[in-house]
């Protein structure tokens, strides 16, 4: 078994199940666990480097619109590579590699690899995937372990804010402008003991305004744009902080703002998700 793996959640499935050294390639983005390094990397961005967020909204819509992929792929790459599984991903256009990108670069090479597509809208989803991996592998006892482990944490965070007050969350995968944070976000929210005001477990990220956040004035506003670490989050934080009516939020003025990993906790619908759950449960119940 040789895998391919062009998704950061893949890769991330993947280690979890004990799969590493079956990976010979990855995406530009994959970078966990640490293993990973130096593997070849076989996508790399079309867009122009070093953009601000809303030049790269504007970048992504012009792009998608004109009907290119966001990604680069290395075709000649990845035939050396001799791949047996190619594991991508068809929901979100804008993270990584398509199914159909791969499909089309794959055809004419003469390799004719299993090509799974890893496209999940919940939790459940998401442990679904990590099942799926497995089962590609014959490794169905490793996932059954996997899961049962992040379960455990899970109901673990239920049991701790159990009975505890519910704030009202908004949670934002881009900042400029806002895009309301979907798919397993409002799930992660609700284990995690708040509830989310804009959005509904299963529901797809869409675009807002800072009059819609106003409206919904959460008691707790929480930074995830796609693509960031806590500090990119952070910085992109700084940059709207002039935002109409952003002063006037009431999670601004009680200083609950949270910005977190995205990358590693939240965008990644993978393994790590439940360490974005056990990040909200200590936002929301800081005292």
């Not at 592998?137 to 049962?148: H, I, K, N, P, Y």
């Not at 305004?209 to 992109?236: H, N, T, Y």
Request: contains cysteine; aromatic residues 4%; glycine residues 10%.
């Amino acid at each position: 078994m040789r895998i391919v793996s062009l998704v950061p959640n893949a890769t991330e499935i993947l280690f979890a199940l004990g799969a590493g050294d079956l990976v010979v390639g990855v995406s530009h983005e994959c970078d966990f666990p640490p293993e990973v390094e130096g593997l070849p990397q076989l996508t790399g961005s079309a867009l122009t480097p070093d953009l601000g967020a809303s030049a790269i909204d504007r970048a992504v819509g012009s792009q998608l619109a004109s009907g290119e992929s966001l990604y680069t792929l290395d075709e000649e790459r990845i035939e050396a590579l001799e791949p047996t599984l190619i594991i991508t991903q068809t929901l979100c256009p804008v993270c990584a590699v398509s199914t159909a990108q791969v499909n089309g670069a794959v055809a004419p090479l003469g390799i004719y690899p299993e090509v799974i597509s890893l496209d999940p809208n919940t939790l459940e989803d998401v442990f679904g995937d990590i099942h799926r991996v497995a089962t590609a592998l014959g490794l169905t006892d490793e996932a059954a372990s996997v899961t049962r482990g992040l379960q455990s944490r899970i109901e673990a965070v239920r049991r701790i804010v159990a009975g505890r007050a519910s704030p009202r969350v908004v949670a934002l995968e881009w900042l400029d402008p806002p895009f309301i944070a979907g798919h397993w976000i409002p799930e992660m929210i609700a284990i995690a003991g708040g509830d989310d005001a804009l959005a509904r477990p299963g529901d797809a990220s869409r675009k807002a305004s800072w009059k819609l956040v106003g409206e919904a004035d959460p008691d707790i506003l929480i930074a995830m744009p796609c693509g960031f670490d806590r500090q990119g989050s952070i910085d992109q934080l700084e940059r709207i902080a002039g935002a109409p009516g952003w002063s006037k939020l009431r999670a601004v003025g009680a200083g609950r703002v949270h910005a977190v990993d995205a990358n590693g906790c939240f965008s990644r619908p993978g393994p790590r998700l439940v360490d974005g759950i056990e990040t909200l449960a200590r936002c929301f119940h800081e005292s």
